[in-house]
């Protein structure tokens, strides 16, 4: 949300006159609905707003490939903002380490991430917040570029548990969103 927010203000996007911001319980909401950072744009300003953003005081862009040009900028400064702000912010939320050293060293439990984000900014995510190690004990990692279906959707997590060769009824999701 951080991201997509600076994103926002770098190219100055308002609608009637005010700055787009996405609010916590929104994105909350979104992430929840919509998978993917494009998706999500194209939903918000298509379904949410029901407008394009003016960009930098000019008049918002009108044809599908101008909306898709802004989509696709907006993507490019908000995944380098996103890396930014994981290299001198990211952290594990409390008890996530403990618990995933603990399954990791258990023998019976397989261990997995299963992440709608593009494969890029995942494994950076995964290096910076778990560390290599834990990353290359991982049993299966989904990633948004491997699945055609963004969750919610839950192909990713079909996908990692058949990979896994384990029938759903045994498998755990620990989610960071509803």
């Known amino acids: 949300r951080l991201a997509y927010n600076a994103a926002f203000r770098e190219f100055d996007l308002?609608?009637?006159?005010?700055?787009?911001?996405?609010?916590?319980?929104?994105?909350?909401?979104?992430?929840?609905?919509?998978?993917?950072?494009?998706?999500?744009?194209?939903?918000?300003f298509r379904n949410t707003v029901n407008a394009?953003?003016?960009?930098?005081?000019?008049?918002?862009?009108s044809t599908p490939e101008e909306q898709q040009t802004l989509i696709d900028e907006l993507q490019a400064f908000k995944t380098d903002y996103f890396k930014t702000l994981l290299a001198t912010e990211a952290k594990p939320?409390?008890?996530?380490?403990?618990l995933m050293d603990e399954a990791?060293?258990?023998?019976?439990?397989?261990?997995?991430?299963?992440?709608?984000?593009?494969?890029?900014?995942?494994?950076k995510t995964?290096?910076?917040t778990l560390g290599p190690d834990r990353v290359n004990r991982l049993d299966v990692c989904i990633l948004g570029d491997d699945v055609s279906a963004?969750?919610?959707d839950p192909l990713i997590y079909d996908t990692a548990r058949e990979r896994l060769n384990l029938p759903a009824e045994?498998?755990?999701?620990?989610?960071?969103?509803?």
């Open 126 to 128: 995964l290096d910076i």
């Open 150 to 152: 963004k969750k919610p």
């Open 52 to 61: 394009f953003p003016s960009v930098r005081g000019e008049a918002p862009p």
């Open 170 to 178: 045994r498998c755990v999701v620990i989610e960071d969103s509803l």
């Open 104 to 123: 990791l060293n258990d023998p019976s439990i397989a261990v997995g991430v299963c992440s709608a984000a593009t494969k890029a900014a995942a494994v």
């Open 93 to 98: 939320r409390p008890g996530v380490l403990e």
């Open 14 to 44: 308002t609608i009637e006159g005010k700055p787009v911001d996405w609010s916590v319980e929104y994105y909350d909401g979104l992430q929840n609905t919509v998978g993917g950072g494009k998706p999500k744009m194209f939903f918000y």
